[in-house]
């Protein structure tokens, strides 16, 4: 399967935001931004496919922080993904932001 460049805008939050943060910008070369408890996330990345790359981050994140949330658009080729967690959402077409 041939990679893919996704453009993600999330939500990632936790009980405690500070143990993920240095791991957070490891994982994602983008636009982070501390909210009241986690980060909005902006940036671009590439892989098989929007379900591939949600379980990576979020299980990546989940290892060092259990009660870690991920709220997930990643859009590529038109198309937004969804995704709470491990779960999809739906898909639709991608608006022009």
């Known amino acids: 399967m041939t990679e893919q460049c996704f453009q993600l805008v999330a939500g990632v939050s936790s009980d405690n935001p500070a143990v993920i943060e240095s791991l957070l910008r490891q994982l994602v070369q983008g636009e982070i931004t ?3 408890d986690g980060f909005h996330i902006q940036a671009s990345l590439s892989g098989a496919s929007a379900r591939d790359l949600n379980r990576r981050l979020l299980s990546a994140l989940r290892r060092v922080q259990q009660l870690t949330r ?21 898909t639709r077409p991608a608006t022009g932001r």
């Open 34 to 36: 501390k909210t009241a």
């Open 70 to 90: 991920l709220r997930a658009e990643w859009t590529s080729a038109g198309v937004t993904h969804r995704f709470f967690d491990y779960v999809p959402k739906g």
